[in-house]
């Protein structure tokens, strides 16, 4: 047993001891010097044509073709795309999640208004079942946490056969985890990247130090002094470490962005542009205005246009309405596993069952579990960060995961 990999997944909620097996980002294409000439709306179009260019390739009328509709970017500017290659009734999509959040009401009016074959899914309706759980392990390779999915088994029976497009990572590559902290060398900068990425937060489940989890961090140093470090690491780890097979869980056939061409532009382009995804919201409102006009979970739920002022008013109205106990954080992923844990006879069920199988394993003889949960179910802390990991843990085991 490894214990210091194990440690890594109740840290940050995936092995970082792990070599995607399906996918490799290749740095070799970077050239600043390419596109240093154009102006702002030379690449504003430029990446437009990429994009564009990008679906086609992948896009055959005769296919049957689904997105997954969310409150974001990636997956509206995927469905603008192909409304230049089909009708709107020959797109299917998909929302899921909890009623009354941007991701799920967002994700239910862009496909209402453009008018495409849509199904929702309220996960406030969905209940986890074990089969299921150790079904998606499997399929995401026991790598990282668990009950974080739509409602895998109606999606299987609906879209199993459908081309899935996913925007996956691309918008990492164009500035999507803008790294507040920079450092000026390598260590610095996995330092950054430990403390921004763990998923844990209500407590520490590990043993380790989080210097012992450098030697798994995997680095290009051919893009040393081209592009910021943390910019790297995160591309190279959490991307394809964790995103990658969490999102795109094996059974489907995907469609994505991760093309070369348009990989080697976003990594081309100034660094400036990657800030707060400037480029990258540049070129969808210019492509898709009435589109991107509706709202973005990115700007609080206003359109991608709205000035400054009004994104500040807007963050300030849900600052106040945080305080409200009627209140339901828009940014909810998912569902709220806190309450979910306690009030849910599908999730407590679940959870208490599989880290007790857990406890009995003794891989652990420095965590106290039963505390961890007695604490959570009698509301002294919010420990569901630590609960869905130790019960991740489980059912990975429980597929056939070897530590």
């Given at each position: 047993m490894d214990i210091i990999n194990l440690n890594s997944f109740l840290?940050?909620?995936?092995?970082?001891?792990?070599?995607?097996?399906?996918?490799?980002?290749?740095?070799?294409?970077?050239?600043?010097?390419?596109?240093?000439?154009?102006?702002?709306?030379?690449?504003?179009?430029?990446?437009?044509?990429?994009?564009?260019?990008?679906?086609?390739?992948?896009?055959?009328?005769?296919?049957?073709?689904?997105?997954?509709?969310?409150?974001?970017?990636?997956?509206?500017?995927?469905?603008?795309?192909?409304?230049?290659?089909?009708?709107?009734?020959?797109?299917?999509?998909?929302?899921?999640?909890?009623?009354?959040?941007?991701?799920?009401?967002?994700?239910?009016?862009?496909?209402?208004?453009?008018?495409?074959?849509?199904?929702?899914?309220?996960?406030?309706?969905?209940?986890?079942?074990?089969?299921?759980?150790?079904?998606?392990?499997?399929?995401?390779?026991?790598?990282?946490?668990?009950?974080?999915?739509?409602?895998?088994?109606?999606?299987?029976?609906?879209?199993?056969?459908y081309n899935v497009w996913s925007g996956i990572i691309i918008d990492v590559f164009f500035g999507r985890h803008t790294h507040r902290k920079k450092a000026n060398n390598l260590v610095g900068a996995i330092i950054n990247s430990f403390s921004e990425n763990l998923y844990v937060k209500s407590t520490d489940l590990t043993l380790n130090d989080s210097n012992q989890y450098s030697k798994f961090i995997d680095y290009d140093y051919?893009?040393?002094?081209?592009?910021?470090?943390?910019?790297?690491?995160?591309l190279l780890n959490r991307q394809l470490k964790f995103i990658y097979p969490h999102v795109l869980i094996k059974g489907y056939r995907y469609r994505t962005l991760l093309d070369k061409e348009i990989i080697d532009f976003a990594l081309s382009i100034d660094n400036k542009f990657l800030e707060e995804q400037y480029l990258y919201k540049k070129m969808f409102f210019t492509a898709f205005p009435k589109l991107f006009s509706l709202p973005t979970k990115s700007n609080f739920g206003l359109p991608l246009n709205t000035s400054r002022i009004h994104l500040f008013l807007k963050r300030s109205i849900l600052y106040c309405k945080r305080k409200s106990k009627l209140f339901i954080n828009p940014y909810l992923n998912y569902i709220d596993f806190n309450e979910g844990i306690r009030e849910r006879e599908d999730l407590k069920n679940i959870i208490y069952n599989n880290i007790m199988?857990?406890?009995?394993?003794?891989?652990?003889?420095?965590?106290?579990?039963?505390?961890?949960?007695?604490?959570?179910?009698?509301?002294?802390?919010?420990?569901?960060?630590?609960l869905l990991v130790l019960a991740s843990l489980e059912i990975h085991l429980k597929a056939g995961k070897r530590i």
């Amino acid at each position: 047993m490894d214990i210091i990999n194990l440690n890594s997944f109740l840290k940050f909620g995936y092995f970082l001891n792990y070599e995607n097996p399906d996918i490799k980002f290749d740095f070799s294409g970077i050239n600043k010097e390419k596109y240093k000439n154009y102006s702002e709306q030379e690449l504003v179009n430029k990446g437009i044509t990429l994009w564009v260019n990008t679906i086609q390739k992948q896009f055959h009328y005769n296919e049957k073709h689904v997105i997954p509709l969310s409150g974001g970017i990636d997956s509206r500017a995927i469905l603008g795309t192909l409304l230049k290659f089909t009708e709107a009734k020959n797109i299917y999509t998909y929302t899921f999640g909890t009623p009354k959040t941007l991701d799920f009401e967002i994700g239910n009016r862009v496909a209402k208004e453009v008018g495409t074959y849509h199904y929702n899914f309220p996960l406030t309706e969905y209940r986890y079942k074990l089969s299921e759980l150790i079904d998606i392990s499997k399929r995401v390779d026991g790598q990282t946490i668990l009950f974080h999915h739509p409602p895998v088994s109606l999606v299987d029976e609906l879209f199993s056969e459908y081309n899935v497009w996913s925007g996956i990572i691309i918008d990492v590559f164009f500035g999507r985890h803008t790294h507040r902290k920079k450092a000026n060398n390598l260590v610095g900068a996995i330092i950054n990247s430990f403390s921004e990425n763990l998923y844990v937060k209500s407590t520490d489940l590990t043993l380790n130090d989080s210097n012992q989890y450098s030697k798994f961090i995997d680095y290009d140093y051919n893009t040393e002094g081209i592009l910021p470090y943390e910019h790297v690491i995160d591309l190279l780890n959490r991307q394809l470490k964790f995103i990658y097979p969490h999102v795109l869980i094996k059974g489907y056939r995907y469609r994505t962005l991760l093309d070369k061409e348009i990989i080697d532009f976003a990594l081309s382009i100034d660094n400036k542009f990657l800030e707060e995804q400037y480029l990258y919201k540049k070129m969808f409102f210019t492509a898709f205005p009435k589109l991107f006009s509706l709202p973005t979970k990115s700007n609080f739920g206003l359109p991608l246009n709205t000035s400054r002022i009004h994104l500040f008013l807007k963050r300030s109205i849900l600052y106040c309405k945080r305080k409200s106990k009627l209140f339901i954080n828009p940014y909810l992923n998912y569902i709220d596993f806190n309450e979910g844990i306690r009030e849910r006879e599908d999730l407590k069920n679940i959870i208490y069952n599989n880290i007790m199988d857990l406890k009995r394993r003794k891989i652990f003889d420095w965590l106290n579990i039963d505390k961890i949960w007695k604490d959570h179910i009698n509301k002294k802390t919010n420990h569901a960060d630590a609960l869905l990991v130790l019960a991740s843990l489980e059912i990975h085991l429980k597929a056939g995961k070897r530590i």
